[in-house]
């Protein structure tokens, strides 16, 4: 059965740059070169829904996270710009608490959503300033607003109640979680991945290609 959604943590990017002996930027960039490759893939395969974790909500080193803040707003500037996202009709969506990042980046996010709102044949997701379990728990919050208020008895809290409020609550959960540099998931899609394949490419996200993806799926 051809898979509705692909999901990637894009893990590996700085330990890439380091073993080609690359400046950290390099890394990045060839990060979103592989981004450009599998949504190309995804219009090729006529697949609804990627996801790309791009960035988490917790970033230790200073210096780290003003370089990837940087390196998303061309990379998001740029897409804004690209024939094949009009072409082919591609709504992206930014997910997580990215409105709380260095404006040039706000402005870069808004600017894709606002480019792309009115697409609906495909769709690609970036998780920036992204924690699953913050999902999670800002999901519950919404839900328990609703409980205070009384527009909804706390018996009737569901799972599907939950997923409402979700940052993914449009999409259908990924088929396949394909998993590069470190063997862990780091809460990716926490709430929609309990049914998701997960694939370890066992590969840095600049090293893989389109060959990975297709034999991970077989597989």
Known sequence: ?????????????????????????????????KVHEIVNYQVKKNIPITTFYLMPQIVEEPDDITLLVDEITAFLTELSKNNSIHKNKIKVSVLGKWYSLPQRLID?????????????????????????????VDACKMVARRVKLGKIDVDHVTKENIKDDLYSSYFMPPDYIFVTGKKTVMGFLLWDSV????????????????????KGIKN
């Open 195 to 214: 049914n998701s394949q997960i694939v370890f490419l066992n590969k840095n996200f600049p090293d893989i290609n389109i060959k990975d993806i297709e």
């Open 108 to 136: 870069s996010i808004k600017k894709i959503i606002d480019d792309t709102k009115d697409y609906d044949n495909y769709f690609v997701n970036f998780c920036i300033n992204y924690d699953g379990q913050e999902e999670i």
């Open 1 to 33: 059965m051809k898979p509705k959604h692909l999901a990637f943590n894009c893990r590996g990017s700085l330990f890439w740059a380091l073993k080609k002996r690359k400046k950290p930027y390099e890394g990045y960039r060839r990060l979103f070169e």
